[in-house]
């Protein structure tokens, strides 16, 4: 008797914990929100009149003025994207594609904090362009493997491209020969844009390296710059990325319409665009000595006048990014449409640092580029895709907006092939 009380006890004991664990993280969940704003007010509320203090103090000088503008559009870009990054994890119902759309929600805040802190510290600026360029090979690779982590939760994706014709390629290779059909077309599609995530940060590294050997010929058009070689090898390796997002895309728009791929391929690319078109025309500017150095005594040089109006254009445009990611990356698709518990968030969080995915594919990928692409145990996503698929089915016993019926058939292919002469 006294041996079943005490674990009676016992279990009371861990039920009651429990129970105040749901109580207190149903609480955190629903005022979350509002406490990030409060927060978010009290940073304004100390921010501004500091920052009109040191106007004043300082009589208005242009940089401070220009370190005020930014920072102001810095403070009204973070709290859009930091309300649909916790939105996404208070609804983590589908992680495997919403961890990569919150990667892809994160590149306006780092586009904007690190073109912030590259103004104040522009003695400083070479280390910060280079994360934030970094960052963004990082994000075209989420954005590919969020349409492959799709499709291969909801399709047979092998199978699939069997069936349909070849895809034929694009303007300007038309003469070409088509992609390949089945596996290696995801395989072929997927190297494209796993080549630039190597390529950018290895030619950041080297351009690094330069700079601070003082070597590197920045804004020198001509044979003997790094600068000149490292931006013609970036601007190829990008653009046959983005060609082959382009050609996924083309090849399985109707399974993927769904998840309406093109505004938000539209938002990434439009955030790459104008980042690097605009630093490669203010450098065409101080290569034509229209921008010039400085004359008072310790201003800036033309290369760092350049560089401060490279990143106060990007704070600017990074609010309007916010809002356009906010509502193109939309949380709304992946509210349960059934009462179901919801995830921890605290869990849900963690989820953001685990990187075991990226170091999965990478070692597939290079796996496939030594070795070939024969293997029979892994696939283009670095796992079975039928053990993706039955996962999917073991988490989700409910249907979402996102998954209903007019989108999704697993097995059914003759209602997509339209653009097939094949009789299936």
Same mark, same amino acid.
């Given at each position: ?161 069997? @069936?349909? !014709?070849?895809?034929?390629? $694009?303007?300007?290779?038309?003469? *070409? =020969?088509?992609?390949?059909?089945? &596996?290696?077309? %995801? ?61 996924? @895309?083309? !090849?399985?728009?109707?399974? $993927?319409?769904?998840?309406?791929? *093109? =505004?938000?391929?539209?938002?990434? &690319?439009?955030? %790459? ?84 995915? %990226? ?66």
């Amino acid at each position: 008797h006294y041996y079943i009380t005490n674990n009676l006890r016992m279990e009371d004991s861990d039920q009651a914990t429990v129970r105040w664990d749901e109580y207190a993280a149903r609480w955190l969940r629903a005022r979350l929100g509002y406490i990030l704003l409060i927060i978010y007010m009290l940073g304004l509320c100390f921010a501004i009149p500091l920052s009109v203090n040191e106007l004043v103090k300082r009589h208005a000088e242009k940089h401070v003025v220009v370190w005020f503008v930014a920072g102001v559009f810095v403070y009204m870009t973070i709290p859009i994207t930091t309300a649909g990054v916790v939105q996404h994890l208070k609804n983590f119902s589908q992680p495997p594609q919403q961890l990569r759309l919150i990667r892809i929600l994160m590149m306006v805040p780092v586009y904007s904090f690190f073109s912030y802190l590259g103004m104040i510290l522009h003695k400083q600026t070479i280390y910060l362009d280079a994360m934030r360029e970094c960052y963004e090979s990082y994000v075209i690779y989420n954005f590919m493997m969020f349409l492959v982590t799709y499709m291969y939760e909801h399709y047979n994706v092998e199978q699939l491209l069997n @069936y349909k !014709a070849a895809q034929p390629q $694009l303007f300007p290779f038309q003469r *070409l =020969p088509p992609w390949p059909k089945g &596996k290696s077309f %995801v395989i072929w599609s997927k190297r494209g844009v796993f080549v630039y995530v190597v390529s950018k940060p290895i030619t950041t590294i080297i351009m690094l390296i330069a700079e601070l050997a003082g070597h590197s010929g920045k804004n020198e058009f001509s044979i003997g710059s790094i600068w000149m070689w490292t931006l013609i090898i970036d601007n190829i390796a990008q653009m046959w990325a983005l060609y082959c997002l382009v050609i996924f @895309y083309q !090849a399985l728009k109707h399974e $993927l319409a769904g998840i309406e791929p *093109l =505004p938000k391929f539209l938002c990434v &690319k439009a955030v %790459v665009f104008f980042s690097f078109w605009q630093g490669l025309f203010l450098d065409c500017l101080v290569f034509l000595s229209i921008i010039t150095d400085s004359k008072n005594e310790g201003g800036y040089t033309a290369e760092e006048t350049a560089e401060t109006v490279q990143n106060l254009l990007i704070c600017m445009e990074m609010f309007g990014f916010s809002i356009a990611h906010h509502i193109v990356f939309s949380y709304k698709h992946y509210v349960s449409e059934i009462e179901i518990p919801p995830p921890q968030f605290l869990t849900s969080l963690s989820h953001l640092f685990d990187f075991r995915d %990226v170091r999965t594919d990478i070692r597939t990928q290079l796996g496939e580029m030594a070795y070939g692409s024969g293997k029979k145990s892994r696939n283009s996503l670095g796992v079975s895709a039928q053990t993706i698929r039955n996962n999917y089915r073991s988490r989700h016993t409910e249907r979402s907006p996102l998954l209903s019926s007019e989108h999704v058939e697993l097995n059914t292919f003759k209602n997509y092939n339209q653009d097939s002469n094949e009789n299936i």
